[in-house]
């Protein structure tokens, strides 16, 4: 079992920045892949980034590429999202997840992950 808590989330003005931060609870976070994903009002919970269990692939959805970069730090049992250059469009609930898989796979699948955190706020004004 693993329990996820995200925090960072906020009211940020377009071209500004945030952290994204989700904490694990338990010994086996590193046996999990991490991902992040979003919802916006109306719109399916669409991948926005994953990494491996010991960090060394990820993945990114296209719409932020370049913009948001995701990490882990297996000693504190967490995970984070670096959202730079916001815009408008980023404005969802941000969820992290986690997903056992095997060493070093990273995945985009939502059914792929096992356990949600209640979602963070994001909210990008123009």
């Known amino acids: 079992q693993v329990q996820l808590v995200e925090s960072g989330g906020g009211l940020v003005q377009a071209g500004g920045s945030l952290r994204l931060s989700c904490a694990a609870s338990g010994r086996t976070f590193s046996s999990y892949a991490m991902g992040w994903f979003r919802q916006a009002p109306g719109i399916e919970r669409e991948f926005v980034a994953a990494?491996?269990?010991?960090?060394?692939?990820?993945a990114y959805a296209d719409s932020v590429k370049g913009r948001f970069t995701i990490s882990r730090d297996n000693a504190k049992n967490t995970v984070y999202l670096q959202m730079n250059s916001l815009k408008p469009e980023d404005t969802a609930v941000y969820y992290c997840?986690?997903?056992?898989?095997?060493?070093?796979?990273?995945?985009?699948?939502?059914?792929?992950?096992?356990?949600w955190g209640q979602g963070t706020q994001v909210t990008v004004s123009s």
């Open positions: 997840a986690a997903a056992p898989v095997s060493f070093g796979l990273v995945t985009r699948t939502i059914r792929q992950y096992d356990y």
């Open positions: 990494i491996s269990r010991r960090g060394g692939n990820t």
